[in-house]
């Protein structure tokens, strides 16, 4: 009898283990883990100072420790205008949780200004040259097209990589994720 509970103890103890383990591995494969090519780019990506639609610099790093959503579009980007509305209400929803965005044009300050003077944009939008989307093919964007969406968790980790228009139900959920605690 003792012998029939003992192995009994260890089937329990084996599943517990067996289903913790799954549990682990599905929480972490949503969370992408950056190459150290990413690692290096993502350091020259929040090492930028860049220039806002009044030309003041913004530096990315001002947001360290914050989950950063770090948008790559242009204005003559159809898919990029049509996920800036639910970027502005995300930013706006998850503002006083430590959740910051901002969106990296590539296009020229007039495009940005005017755009920026036509829609109601909850966050900063910054300028860049075309040259730094060769940052985003070293995050995962091997085709350098926009939109490319990257998050940062609150540590600098890479949270999502997502080269497309991104979901608004799919940004709330990752936000919310790493958003908590």
């Known amino acids: 009898m003792k012998r029939g509970i003992n192995f009994l103890l260890v089937v329990i103890v084996a599943f517990a283990a067996g289903a913790a383990g799954l549990y682990a591995a599905r929480q972490n494969a949503s969370q992408p883990v950056a190459t150290p090519a990413q690692s290096a780019a993502l350091a020259r990506l929040t090492a930028l100072d860049l220039p806002d639609t009044t030309g003041k610099q913004q ?28 970027f502005s209400a995300m930013s706006r929803k998850y503002a006083d949780k430590g959740v910051q ?13 005017d755009f920026q003077a036509a829609q109601d944009v909850a966050y900063p939008l910054v300028i860049a040259s075309p040259s730094v989307i060769s940052l985003t093919e070293e995050l995962g964007n091997t085709s350098q097209g926009l939109p490319f969406t990257i998050i940062l968790d609150r540590n600098g980790g890479l949270g999502l990589v997502k080269l497309g228009a991104l979901s608004e139900d799919e940004l709330d959920r990752k936000l919310a994720e790493l958003s908590k605690g």
């Open 101 to 113: 965005f901002v969106g990296i044009s590539i296009d020229t300050p007039k495009n940005v200004v």
């Open 59 to 86: 530096a990315l790093k001002q947001w360290q420790g914050k989950v950063l959503l770090v948008n790559f579009w242009a204005t003559w980007c159809p898919p990029c205008r049509k996920e800036i509305p639910a």
